[in-house]
């Protein structure tokens, strides 16, 4: 069974309005959101000069959309490239699970192809030969490795361009979008798991933020996805801090297909904690070469939280590939605990032309 | 009645050893690659691709296990410890990533604790001669061209030409990788979409573009003059070190590649194993159409093209097909001498 379950289709265009220019209309509200069009960055986006319009079918006949598309159609003109940036970051759909993304575009006669871009206007993941000007086409993409490179660091679908090119190289057009969506590969009722290797009760102080070590991962989707807290009441302050007491806490996640895992923990939240965390690290002064690289990883304990210790070096002391220069140097060690205690500590660093 | 027990002997753990040992001969490759260039015979690729980055650098361990407040981790290609890279670490260990391939390394640790210093002992190991592949954050496929040796007993120089894929994931800790580390200063950016451009490396960073020709294309008109402005790069040394990519670093970049380790009288053996290195990357791998026996067919004919025949060294040859292209023996002679050096 094959599963389609994004389609953005000339609805979804209504909503990419929404977002760039204010929405009048109160049907459009209702799927404000939805869409995943999203604006050019102005720094890199070729396609930032390229003016977007939704029609409906009445204002597409008005404008001489040329006919073949269903409902609402997008139309792209510029005197420059001509192109659109999505992004489908917040729908979290790993790149795992994408079997194909379909578009369907107008060419014109003065248009080559449309390319699909992660850096629009400098390089393209896969490029679609015009068949047939002056008809719609199928544009699909569906190449694993070019799939791949639309993922966002967090391994799901990201944000990338479709970009027109013109035959003799110039640039501006006016180009037709009905359709963008994503083909996914079969579904599973499989839910993800939660990983958590912890105890189902955990103790911690109040006045600083809840943190445990939890993710959630779908093996048949060979990606993670992002945990849900769900507190049984009011647990932190309106800074996000703990609050003295009881409660249960449920960690939720769900995977592309609607599967859901839950797990329930307690949590008791006690006194504040007063004592800063220890540094590791007893010596008071380093000798060293002109020239060493810093691979310095110094460590500190703490009775209630993991800490980490963070080095700030004294000015001009690290060049920019991160290795000393000649003199002596003040490196400090700071390293606080989530409730804010803080400890540092000072180390003198001599660099010389000898050892 | 006295009771008699086993006398209980306490087994000690055995004393750490350090690593790399002494004598140790190490290879920069995953096992895999390892093998393969070990017993490297062209065009035996046809299964191993998974889109998956198989060609980075595997980094060596150090290993001094002496527990000291902070170490300073010494390493030298002279065995007397001289113009050492230092490595200013904590623990008993550490790993280093950009060794050169076919070196000889001596090590030693100069650990401070309360106030005293000690030293270590000096100790040595080798790395195999292989193709140095390169860890850019957020780039596929790079290597460096250096350590190929040549037919008449010169080296190509580390460190002056990378080749790999192009520069669309690129991360900050790339940046800082190419730009502070490996020193680029200038990127030849080999595909056709990009003119006018700059380099994501940086304003400090020169950028080339030229839209350069695949395989048996550098005998059009246009591969010919695009194949001679790309090789004037690497005949100006103010540009070096340099980068040079097309999309995937394979086919554009494969070319260049070839021509330019074929100028310099790279063993062709050599010559075709770095190219073959992009089927280990992810984004070098190929598909069903581009399978790597049926790509080396490619580099073949560009090979009958840039040096027909048999009677003459492939150096030779390609040096005669580059003067019809228009590059001089100024310009060929200062490539040749800005990126060779003698084997000491």
Known sequence: ?355 | MEQQTEPVTEKLPEPAAIEPADGAVISLLNEQMTEWVKDYKRSQLDSICDFTEKCEPVPVRFYWGDGADYTNLLISEKPDMSDPDVYLCTGDGIEIEDLLPGTTYYWQTVSGANGEKERSEIHTFETLQSPRTVHIPGVSNVRDLGGKTTTDGKRVKYGLVFRGADFAHLTDEGVKKAVDILGIKTELDLRSSVKNGKSPLGDNVKYVSVTAPYYTGVSSADGKTALAEELRVFADPDNLPVYFHCSLGRDRTGTLAFVLLALLGVEEDQVYMDYEVSFFSDMGGYDDKTAPSFMVQQLDSLKSIVSPGKKKPLHDKTRAYLLKLGLTDAELDAIRANLLEEIS
């Open chain 1, 1 to 355: 069974m094959r599963i389609r379950r994004f389609l953005c289709t000339l609805m979804c265009m209504t909503l990419a309005m929404t977002s760039l220019f204010p929405a009048t209309a109160a049907g459009q509200e209702e799927i404000k959101g939805e869409i995943p069009i999203t604006a050019h960055d102005p720094k890199t986006s070729a396609y930032r000069y390229s003016k977007m319009d939704i029609y409906s079918q009445e204002e597409a006949v008005e404008a001489g959309v040329p006919f073949g598309y269903s409902g609402y159609v997008m139309g792209l003109t510029g005197d420059s490239a001509v192109g659109i940036t999505v992004d489908f970051s917040d729908r979290n759909i790993p790149l795992s699970v994408v079997k194909a993304l379909h578009m369907r575009v107008y060419y014109t006669d003065k248009q080559r192809e449309v390319r699909i871009t992660i850096d629009a206007g400098v390089s393209w993941v896969m490029r679609h030969e015009a068949k047939k000007p002056g008809e719609w086409e199928d544009v699909v993409l569906s190449n694993p490795s070019e799939l791949k490179k639309l993922a966002n660091d967090d391994g799901m679908l990201g944000v990338f361009g479709f970009g027109f090119r013109n035959h003799d190289g110039t640039r501006g057009s006016t180009a037709y979008i009905d359709e963008i969506s994503a083909e996914l590969i079969d579904g599973d009722d499989i839910p993800p798991r939660i990983v958590y290797d912890g105890p189902d009760h955990i103790e911690t102080t109040e006045g600083k933020p809840f943190a445990a070590d939890v993710s959630a991962y779908d093996d048949q989707e060979k990606a993670a996805f992002p945990v849900e807290y769900v507190w049984d009441k009011q647990a932190t302050d309106g800074e996000g801090n703990l609050i003295k007491g009881e409660y249960k806490l449920t960690l939720r996640a769900s995977d592309s297909f609607g599967n859901k895992a839950e797990k329930t923990l307690t949590v008791t939240v006690g006194e504040r904690d007063t004592t800063p965390p220890v540094i590791l690290f007893d010596t008071d002064k380093i000798e060293t070469l002109a020239g060493a690289h810093v691979m310095l990883d110094i460590k500190a304990e703490d009775d209630h939280d993991p800490v980490s210790v963070v080095m700030t070096w004294s000015d001009g002391a690290v060049d920019r590939a991160g290795r000393l220069t000649k003199g002596t140097h003040t490196l400090t060690l700071t390293a606080a605990d989530l409730t804010g205690n803080k400890t540092e500590k000072t180390v003198t660093v001599v660099a010389n032309d000898r050892l």
